[in-house]
């Protein structure tokens, strides 16, 4: 089983749609967690890190369930702009200084 | 606001060639990292570097090597360019462990 999950889409949804996607870990030690948007042969950037208590920023929601270990991304309000690759990444403890990157989710937003 | 440079943005090589990509960011960070990225295979991790002249293999290091002389600058070094190394490279840097990466805008490497 891989590290980290994401459904590859690509998620198709029409301007104004909410659309979620969720990303899996594998290791229960994991203890940080981020969401990262890569637009097409560009580098990713950091969207949002994701905390325990969920956070907001703007159309954008995190959250995270330990329990089922696993983390997602809400948008809400899509935008054509959104449309891009969301990738998590999910770091463990135990003195690895690399966080695991999932493959990646495609957005397609489309008017 | 962070910022990482790569040195070339598209590199055309030949097959036995030694290739140079070179990646410098300006904010002091203690941690640097190789990637390359490919279609359908996502990010893999070539090496990392958590201080200067310090180096770890990551899941990918065959054909690769690295050098970090300066805090600032990690390069990777492809000692004798195959085919099966044209890809997208991708550095990064982090100011510490379990925090955010910051990339380069990447290096498309096409080996003929």
């Known amino acids: 089983r891989k590290e980290v999950e994401q459904d590859p889409g690509p998620f198709n949804v029409p301007e104004g749609a909410t659309v979620a996607f969720n990303c899996t870990y594998s290791?229960?030690?994991?203890?940080?967690f981020f969401w990262y948007r890569q637009d097409c042969r560009k580098e990713p950037k950091l969207l949002m890190s994701?905390?325990?208590s969920g956070n907001e920023d703007g159309r954008f929601t995190a959250q995270l369930n330990r329990a089922s270990q696993y983390i997602s991304l809400l948008i809400r309000d899509s935008k054509l702009s959104d449309s891009a690759t969301y990738l998590c990444?999910?770091?463990?403890?135990?003195?690895?200084?690399?966080?695991?990157f999932g493959r990646g989710t495609s957005l397609i937003v489309h008017p | 606001d962070v910022k990482v440079t790569q040195s070339s943005r598209y590199l055309v090589k030949r097959t036995g060639e030694k290739v140079f990509l070179e990646c410098v960011q300006d904010?002091?960070?203690?941690?640097m990292f190789w990637y390359r990225q490919d279609p359908g295979l996502g990010l893999r991790l070539i090496y990392f570097?958590?201080?200067?002249?310090?180096?770890e293999k990551g899941d990918i290091p065959e054909g690769y090597s690295v050098s970090r002389e300066k805090k600032e600058r990690f390069s990777l070094i492809l000692e004798s360019a195959s085919t099966n190394q044209t890809s997208m490279y991708l550095c990064?840097?982090?100011?510490?462990?379990?925090?955010?990466?910051?990339f380069g805008p990447g290096t498309r490497l096409t080996v003929t």
């Open positions: 990064a840097s982090s100011p510490s462990a379990f925090v955010e990466q910051y």
């Open positions: 290791n229960s030690a994991s203890q940080s």
């Open positions: 994701v905390y325990s």
């Open positions: 990444a999910v770091g463990v403890s135990g003195g690895s200084y690399i966080p695991t």
């Open positions: 904010m002091d960070h203690e941690n």
């Open positions: 570097s958590y201080d200067v002249k310090m180096k």
